[in-house]
């Protein structure tokens, strides 16, 4: 069985994927899986999950545009500028 | 030489040697997974020979490298199990196995011992020892019907009840179900016959300069 | 080439990474195999003439960090041999076509290691060499492959400082000593100047084409002499080469080296090449039992 590996490098940062070790059980995938891993005491932790457990998602419906819920779909330099000479200000200092 | 030495020369040449004897494992395991694990604990074995023989180089005026490598073969007070050449897992594993088991027992007793450094590293070496016996048990427990793995932790069991003193191994043999009364143990004093071609490869590259820093 | 594989090329010379799951064209997935297991290979091989220093490592110090260096290169086997198998290759098949002489490993790892004097010049040297190679793995289009080379670059950084302290103790030690690792640079620097091979450009590169490589060889041979020349030269150590020079421009010139040698050793010709494949043969025969026993229920 493989097991993919993830790996958490500090506390509070994510698991990220590192690799994979085939081994028969799980209990011989942790024994095999922390030495391979962390036997520098570089990982403050381990997920090993059985490659059938993983599931994934590579296709997106992508027909419509979702600019409007994006920051890419705003523009407001013009309209800022307007509204400013409109009141007589202008841009604030940066603080 | 005072008996405290004795006792902790004893040990790190059980670790030295049994240690020197995994790591001819390097590269060769069963799969590459294993390789890697079992190298750890040949390594293992190692740092836990080099802190004993810290503690016996303070008692005897030297260095723990000098205690590892410079003495004559006769001056090693290993177990002769440690010593034998095991270049096949069944053997390897059983050895893994029945060592831990007593190595186990002897911990036990040096946490309880009125050697208080002593025992502050024997409760260090414990905590690193937890993993040595995961994977000793898990082995043992995957080969546990194999005839070939049976048949050498038969073979090998007059040599684990070697390792221990003799009020020690009735708790040895409670532990992996075989009998203290009906075996000859093979005891420490007369190396096997390993030994003199183990101790002349880990010693060539240093004698070939004598007291030169590498 | 058909349109597909065409726009396939086009991405991935333009910097662009595939996945396991990506549809790969097949030639790119058969040079990908090839590459990948022959490194996988060279790191399973290049354990064989560490293996017995370990045993006769003249210090705890140095035998705990020869151990571990060497279990560095079995775990990178391991990595690699993983990217290879999700590539569709299982592992007992590139054991099989690695002892018959089908798949090929790394030229260093065919010649016989003979003192202390070697070890220091493998870690420092060869892993060096090994290295360059490595880091520009980092930008390979496969990247399952350049993902591995991140743990793989970051543990072989060690191996170099190890090597390098080897050999500064014993220009530091004895004259036996110093002349050791001379004898050893001697015996080293050939295969050393084959190791990047042979100098075709990089357009004539199909491994550099597809961006599984993205250096080609010459430059991989430059960086390293301009890395490791002057380290070699500051010790008062010489290289066996006596044209050996930099230009002002830069550039390093040197001695043709020996492309028939390079040929016939990972043809399998080399020195050790076949005695250290029967060795690996045997063990792998020996223990079968073991890993019949692990698939068992």
Not at chain 1, 39 to 56: F, I, M, N, T
Not at chain 2, 186 to 211: C, I, Y
Request: glycine letters at 6%; charged letters at 30%.
């Amino acid at each position: 069985m493989v097991f993919e590996v993830f790996r958490q490098e500090r506390k509070g940062q994510p698991f990220a994927h590192a690799g994979s070790v085939e081994a028969p059980d799980a209990a011989f995938a942790d024994a095999w899986a922390r030495e391979q891993y962390g036997r520098r005491g570089e990982s403050e932790a381990l997920w090993l999950v059985p490659r059938d457990a993983v599931h994934q998602i590579t296709e997106w419906a992508d027909e419509f545009d979702l600019k409007y819920r994006r920051v890419d779909g705003y523009s407001i330099k013009s309209r800022l500028k307007e509204a400013r000479e409109r009141a007589g200000t202008a841009a604030p200092e940066p603080g | 030489m005072n008996a405290r030495a004795q006792q902790l020369l004893s040990l790190a040449d059980d670790e030295l040697i049994l240690g020197w004897r995994d790591s001819e494992w390097t590269g060769i395991a069963p799969t590459l997974e294993e390789d890697v694990a079992f190298s750890s604990i040949a390594q293992n074995e190692i740092g836990h020979a080099r802190a004993l023989y810290e503690l016996a180089a303070v008692e005897l005026d030297t260095d723990a490298d000098a205690l590892a490598f410079d003495r004559t073969p006769d001056e090693y007070r290993c177990a002769p199990l440690v010593q034998l050449h095991l270049l096949d897992w069944a053997h390897t594993i059983a050895r893994r196995y029945l060592y831990e088991e007593a190595d186990r027992v002897r911990i036990d007793a040096l946490k309880r011992g009125d050697d208080a450094e002593l025992a502050g590293l024997a409760a260090k070496i414990d905590r690193e020892e937890t993993y040595h016996r995961l994977h000793a048990e898990l082995w043992a427990a995957r080969l546990r019907d194999e005839p070939r793995f049976r048949d050498a932790v038969e073979e090998l069991w007059p040599y684990a009840l070697g390792v221990l003193e003799p009020e020690l191994r009735p708790v040895l043999a409670g532990r992996v179900g075989l009998s203290v009364e009906s075996t000859q143990a093979v005891e420490r004093g007369e190396h096997a016959e390993a030994f003199t071609q183990l101790h002349d490869e880990m010693t060539e590259v240093r004698r070939s300069a004598p007291g030169q820093q590498w | 080439m058909d349109a597909r594989t065409q726009e396939f090329l086009a991405y991935v010379q333009d910097g662009g990474q595939v996945e396991a799951t990506d549809w790969l064209p097949d030639e790119y997935r058969q040079k990908l195999i090839k590459f990948i297991e022959m490194h996988a290979n060279s790191e399973l091989m290049g354990v064989l003439p560490e293996r017995e220093w370990i045993l006769k490592a003249p210090t705890l110090q140095r035998k705990l960090a020869l151990t571990a260096k060497v279990q560095d290169e079995v775990g990178h086997a391991q990595l690699i041999y993983r990217i290879a198998e999700d590539l569709g290759k299982p592992r007992d098949a590139m054991f099989a076509d690695l002892i018959s002489g089908k798949a090929k490993f790394h030229n260093v790892f065919h010649y016989p290691t003979k003192t202390w004097g070697d070890v220091g010049v493998i870690a420092w040297l060869v892993d060096a060499a090994a290295i360059i190679s490595q880091k520009a793995l980092l930008k390979c289009s496969y990247a399952p492959y350049a993902r591995i080379m991140k743990k793989i670059c970051w543990e072989e950084s060690f191996h170099i400082l190890h090597g390098r302290d080897v050999i500064l103790a014993m220009m530091t030690g004895s004259d036996v000593q110093r002349e050791l690792v001379q004898e050893a640079l001697n015996r080293w620097w050939g295969p050393l100047m084959q190791f990047h091979g042979n100098p075709i450009s990089r357009e004539e590169d199909p491994m550099y084409v597809w961006r599984i490589k993205s250096q080609g060889n010459e430059e991989a041979r430059q960086q390293f002499l301009e890395g490791y020349v002057p380290q070699i030269w500051e010790l008062g150590l010489t290289v066996p080469d006596p044209n050996l020079r930099r230009t002002d421009d830069g550039v390093w010139e040197y001695s043709e080296p020996d492309w028939a040698e390079l040929k016939s050793v990972v043809t399998g010709h080399g020195p050790r090449s076949q005695d250290r494949l029967a060795f690996r043969a045997r063990f792998l025969e020996q223990e079968k039992w073991v890993r019949d026993s692990l698939l068992a229920a």
